[in-house]
């Protein structure tokens, strides 16, 4: 189900950065993993970053590492992804999710996340 509102997205340089933002209800960013997922066309949608309800623990793709970080917003129940040094490989549909929090870790795996937004367009230019 598409319910999460994002915003962001667009073309940047190799090296530049740009930041997503997706608006959850507040009682799905009360308890859920937020998540953001990117793909290609041809390929399966993959995990890039996901935090716990409440930020305590964060996951990365090794992709991402150090470039990307995810954030949460409480005072009006949105997640960001900050997008640093950002490459080629990068491009892609970008898309919010969020899942039942399953382990004290939230995890990469598209199927553990059942809402999802609309997905925006990351394309990054050599």
């Known amino acids: 189900q598409e319910n999460l509102v994002m915003s962001g997205g667009g073309s940047v340089q190799a090296g530049g950065s740009l930041t997503l933002s997706c608006a959850a209800s507040?009682?799905?960013?009360?308890?859920?993993?937020m998540a953001w997922f990117r793909q290609t066309p041809g390929n399966e949608r993959e995990g890039v970053a996901a935090?716990?309800?409440?930020?305590?623990?964060?996951n990365y793709d090794d992709s991402v590492k150090g470039r990307f970080a995810i954030t949460l917003n409480s005072a009006n129940s949105t997640f960001d992804l900050h997008m640093n040094n950002l490459k080629p490989e990068d491009s892609g549909q970008y898309y919010c999710a969020a899942g039942a929090r399953i382990a004290a870790e939230c995890s990469l795996r598209r199927n553990e996340y059942l809402t999802w937004g609309q997905g925006t367009q990351v394309t990054v230019s050599s």
């Open positions: 507040p009682r799905i960013y009360a308890t859920n993993c």
């Open positions: 935090i716990t309800p409440g930020g305590a623990f964060t």
